[in-house]
């Protein structure tokens, strides 16, 4: 409570006249002016205090809070995506959440009027980090870095028109795998489809599509592979058929495109691909789509997105329009744009659609009304007696050092029925209970909070039967 609330506004007056009057002021003439100045100071306080502005508590357009449900939700996504990451070799990272603006501007074309600008406080032009590819171009080129595997998790930031409803936020979490490096052609570009194959199928969103943009393939056959326009036209019209392997088996067959030396080249890279995709068992995941764009420019070579193909909705579901959950492709000239001298890193990466992917579990989980333990609490510490909070408290710290996750109510007599309520109401599944005639006994109860059944174990071989029970659940 605020100190001004304790007296009336007088006796405050009265309070201060006397802490503000100098020795030499004894007449009455002082104290009743130092008396006046003082109740006026505390008016305008007052006045203040009880005048709020007309403010409405929030968070800023395109971000939101993340209750614990929320991140019971996040963490058990992020753990599969992680784990997916390292299983295929990749070191963690992370880079400050913002670069000097130069370092970030014409990386992004149109979208690079998208960037959140920070106002100057120390001689540099900052923005926040509008994605995880660019910075991750800049460390190589700064460290000098010529082979590496990464995976970055971390928030961005976009001044776009928020889509909350589609999972889409300002403000948002990535989570990049990216291949840094030299290597014979297609190998890393197939291990980047894979992953991104593992990690949504894992999550088990439903059947789902990764689709590769013609427009950039047609776009390296004619630049790099030096193939006349018409004849990847030609190609182009294969392409509009939509397919994967069997496609690229036809063009081989098409005699305008074999008899091409430059065809055959282009035509090369994308059967070995997906000769790789086939060996990973993902080649019919993959398709071809003229329609597929990026908007970032930094993409060099083939792109790709992962979109999750509509199933007709169970009673009650709303159809989810979420567009991809997941996208990459290949960005080789990127390191080179910081490089002073222009030196070039061979890059592939992908980036999972987290946010996406939360919105999604979320609303399945909420249309069956799935609930979430918030905690994971194994054992807690009760007893029915009074005066018991050391016992509990030396109990618990035995728990603890043994690894074991204790909780108990922080209250010198709780009552017993109110322990038990919590244990049920927040999914504990196990109980300790200690008084007067356990301690006596040399014992600790075991009740387990489903079945309630209650069994007795002499105290020193209670953390063994506690994690023998823990390993059997």
């Not at 409570?1 to 020795?23: F, I, V």
């Not at 036809?250 to 000769?275: H, I, T, V, Y």
Request: charge should be positive.
């Amino acid at each position: 409570m605020h100190l001004l609330g304790l007296l009336p506004r007088r006796a405050w007056a009265s309070l201060l006249s006397q802490l503000l009057r100098p020795p030499w002021a004894s007449c009455t003439g002082a104290v009743r002016c130092q008396s006046q100045v003082a109740e006026a100071v505390l008016t305008s306080q007052l006045k203040a205090h009880q005048e709020k502005p007309n403010f409405i508590i929030k968070t800023p357009k395109g971000t939101r809070d993340l209750s614990p449900q929320h991140m019971v939700v996040r963490e058990k996504i992020l753990d599969l995506v992680i784990s997916c990451f390292k299983r295929h070799g990749a070191k963690g990272m992370d880079t400050p959440a913002f670069e000097l603006k130069e370092t970030l501007t014409e990386k992004y074309g149109e979208d690079s009027g998208l960037m959140y600008d920070l106002k100057d406080q120390g001689g540099e032009l900052l923005s926040l980090r509008y994605d995880l590819t660019v910075p991750f171009a800049r460390y190589l080129a700064m460290n000098k870095v010529k082979k590496m595997k990464r995976y970055h998790v971390g928030k961005v930031w976009r001044r776009e028109s928020p889509t909350i409803v589609q999972g889409r936020y300002r403000e948002f979490c990535q989570c990049d795998f990216d291949i840094a490096g030299q290597f014979d052609p297609m190998i890393p570009d197939a291990e980047c489809l894979k992953i991104m194959c593992e990690i949504l199928s894992g999550l088990q969103l439903g059947d789902f599509l990764i689709k590769m943009a013609w427009k950039d393939v047609r776009h390296e056959m004619v630049v790099k592979k030096g193939l006349a326009p018409e004849v990847a036209d030609r190609i182009g019209d294969y392409v509009q058929c939509h397919g994967g392997v069997s496609l690229v088996e036809q063009m081989f067959q098409d005699p305008r495109l074999s008899q091409n030396k430059q065809a055959l080249e282009g035509l090369g890279d994308l059967k070995l691909l997906f000769e790789y995709l086939t060996l990973f068992g993902i080649a019919d995941k993959i398709s071809f789509d003229l329609s597929l764009a990026r908007g970032l420019d930094y993409y060099t070579g083939v792109i790709y997105e992962a979109v999750l193909l509509q199933t007709p909705t169970q009673a009650g579901e709303e159809p989810l329009n979420v567009g991809s959950v997941a996208a990459g492709g290949r960005y080789d000239g990127l390191v080179g744009m910081f490089d002073p001298k222009g030196h070039k890193v061979p890059c592939v990466g992908l980036s999972i659609g987290v946010e996406r992917i939360f919105y999604i579990v979320e609303q399945r989980m909420k249309t069956k009304g799935e609930k979430v333990r918030t905690t994971e609490t194994q054992v807690f510490v009760a007893t029915p007696q009074k005066n018991f909070l050391q016992e509990r408290l030396k109990l618990i710290a035995e728990l603890w050092n043994s690894g074991i996750k204790a909780e108990m109510l922080y209250k010198n007599n709780p009552k017993l029925l109110t322990q038990l309520h919590y244990c049920e109401s927040t999914g504990i599944p196990l109980v300790v209970i200690i008084g007067e005639q356990e301690l006596k006994e040399g014992v600790i109860k075991i009740r387990s909070v489903a079945s309630r059944e209650e069994v007795a174990i002499k105290r020193e071989n209670l953390v063994a039967e506690i994690q023998k029970r823990l390993s059997e659940s």
